[in-house]
Nanobody, 119 residues
Framework: QVQLVESGGGLVQPGGSLRLSCAASGFGMFRVYTMGWYRRAPGKQRELVAAIRSGDTPNYTDSVKGRFTISRDNAKNTVYLQMNNLKPEDTAVYYC????????????WGQGTLVTVSS
């Protein structure tokens, strides 16, 4: 009954922007979950892009610092990833993740949304 649904992916030219959304449902206490965005590029392993805890400073992988911004709206049970100055190497399937932490429960994953950066 818990579910994460990503949206906002698509085709964009290098230098363009996209805003990804992750809508969470079925979470008893959404605000206590660490929320993250991961991506898996063709032929590569999944990597963490950004993560955010309520009331904490977000974390980013070095390759997206200054270009991507993760945010959350706990009242709307939604997490966002603003992606600016997109590069071809950003092309990947982007996944939303929810982690209760401390081994309390298994992480929850969305189905993914495809971002293609190409001219």
């Amino acid at each position: 009954q818990v579910q994460l649904v990503e949206s906002g992916g698509g085709l964009v030219q290098p230098g363009g922007s996209l805003r990804l959304s992750c809508a969470a449902s079925g979470f008893g206490m959404f605000r206590v979950y660490t929320m993250g965005w991961y991506r898996r590029a063709p032929g590569k392993q999944r990597e963490l892009v950004a993560a955010i805890r309520s009331g904490d400073t977000p974390n980013y992988t070095d390759s997206v610092k200054g270009r991507f911004t993760i945010s959350r709206d706990n009242a709307k049970n939604t997490v966002y990833l603003q992606m600016n100055n997109l590069k071809p190497e950003d092309t990947a399937v982007y996944y939303c993740n929810a982690d209760r932490g401390a081994g309390i429960a298994r992480p929850i994953w969305g189905q993914g949304t495809l971002v293609t950066v190409s001219s």
